[in-house]
């Protein structure tokens, strides 16, 4: 009940008596703590929402006492939700929330952050691997059976651990410090927890914003096409390059060993790839026109890419709007993982369309010799590490020599990469290689410049 008091005075200014009104307001504080109930706790799981955690961890770094922030998110509930519904995987949730309560009652709090991942803080440790323990203590005891729509399965947590003052001194820092360690546990796998580390976490993050840039890379017009020369031995004469791509990231190129991996696991290599193949063809179709006759130029086409959709057509449409582009397409084994059949068909068009093909990397891997045999390549590209040591190691000198003399009797052309020194470029001329690509003769260089180093080696176009 509410009450208002109200004095009546006489007319000499005297009160006389007070007039009390009262008023019901169950109805009203009904209404506000369903309203600070709505704001601050979570409705599946009835613990502290996310924004509500967050100031009760401000609060308790005000005490100034050592708190361990803890990042947890279940393993496999994806999994739980795509066979059994969502519903399920919300029942999964609240058995989760409901342990963690009790293994962790006041003055520790768990809260939920979104979907499978919660919060734990823990105030009042007494020395930092305290959190450590207490990490592994919530992943063991949460790390069990759970009873899902008639079904017993089993589901672990992972956990990334930050510890105040140590790794941050505010609740946002904190806490993203977790959720990073936590990133860290998930890549290893189920079970596991991961402290806060600034230079592994400081990678992590980069990792992330490389990935973010890298998906728009191209519709910023951030990669620049680069060519590396490749060459006859015996004379040095130009005879057409390799096209590589740079990515140009806030005025720094990125090295392509970290951001061409990247692109093969995020997607970003199909629209990348895509473009390195028309930016090249359209450089070929210039030159070849500016010089009077054919600028091989070759382009790799990732695994990722020669298995994704529309490449044929893609390739088709090149050929249409590039007639004089003289384009090569190298592969590696890697397109042959899986389904060797299809990548067989895609190579018999490609060959068809008047692409010639290139075995890159050969050497590496399992370097199976049917390749050679059923498939339509012209060309064969020996891996640089068997190049780099072969005046030294005399194996690799006999294998490069046994893949030279093998290619030929099979009609292939073949081209040695990674020549860095005089010494190598005589035992591969000895051998017969056909062409050299390497720094001994050219580094990469943007595709600008390329037209004029033809004009300055005299290349006649003749291979």
């Known amino acids: 009940m509410r009450a208002v008091v109200s004095p009546i005075e006489d007319d000499a200014g005297q009160i006389t008596h007070n007039l009390i009104i009262t008023e019901d307001i169950t109805d009203q504080k009904g209404y506000e703590a369903a309203l600070f109930r709505k704001e601050t706790v979570d409705d599946l799981t009835g613990l502290p929402n996310r924004d509500f955690g967050r100031e009760r961890l401000r609060q308790v770094l005000g005490g100034g006492t050592m708190t361990a922030v803890i990042y947890l998110d279940i393993d496999g509930l994806t999994r739980v939700n795509e066979t059994f519904g969502y519903e399920c995987g919300n029942e999964v949730i609240k058995a989760v929330a409901q342990r ?3 293994l962790f009652p006041p003055p520790a709090m768990v809260c939920r952050q979104a979907g499978d991942e919660f919060l734990l803080v823990l105030p009042g440790l007494g020395i930092a691997s305290e959190a450590e323990i207490q990490a592994a203590r919530a992943l063991r005891e949460c790390s069990a059976l759970y009873s899902v729509a008639g079904s017993m399965i089993t589901l672990t947590l992972r956990a990334g651990v930050a510890v105040f003052p140590r790794d941050g001194s505010d609740a946002a820092s904190l806490i993203d410090d977790a959720y990073s360690a936590a990133i860290r546990a998930r890549e290893t796998g189920g079970g596991t927890y991961r402290l806060f580390n600034r230079t592994l976490d400081e990678q992590v993050k980069r990792q992330f914003e490389l990935d973010n840039d890298l998906r728009q890379a191209v519709a910023r017009d951030e990669l620049r096409l680069f060519a590396q020369a490749y060459v006859t031995p015996a004379d040095g004469i130009v005879r057409g390059a ?3 791509v740079r990515w140009e990231r806030d005025g720094a190129l990125v090295s392509p060993g970290e951001f061409i991996p990247l692109a093969e696991r995020n997607g970003a290599i199909v629209p990348i790839s895509e473009w390195i193949v028309e930016n090249a063809a359209k450089a070929s179709s210039a030159m070849s026109d500016h010089l009077g006759f054919p600028v091989p130029i070759s382009v790799n086409i990732s695994a990722v890419e020669f298995r ?3 490449l044929l057509s893609r390739l088709e449409g090149i050929r249409e709007l590039y007639p004089l582009a003289a384009i090569e397409i ?3 084994e890697g397109v042959f993982a899986g389904d060797m059949k299809t990548a ?4 018999k068009t490609i060959d068809e369309m008047g692409f010639p093909l290139a075995i890159d990397d050969f050497g590496t891997g399992y370097s199976s010799l049917s ?3 059923d498939f339509p390549f012209s060309k064969l590209k020996i891996d640089r590490s068997f190049i780099v040591d072969m005046v030294e190691r005399p194996r ?3 294998i490069v020599a046994a893949t030279v003399a093998l290619a030929h009797h099979l009609g292939l052309v073949v ?12 035992l591969l001329k000895a051998m017969g290689v056909d062409y050299i690509q390497g720094y001994l003769f050219h580094k990469p260089a943007p595709i600008e410049l390329f037209e004029d180093l033809i004009r300055r080696k005299r290349y006649e176009g003749q291979s």
């Open 396 to 398: 690799h000198r006999d």
């Open 242 to 244: 390799e096209a590589l």
């Open 344 to 347: 067989g068909a895609y190579l």
């Open 330 to 332: 190298e592969v590696t």
């Open 371 to 373: 390749y050679l045999r």
């Open 415 to 426: 081209t040695a990469e990674g020549v860095e020194d005089q010494a190598q470029n005589d």
């Open 308 to 310: 994704s959709t529309g």
């Open 100 to 102: 963690l309560q009790e």
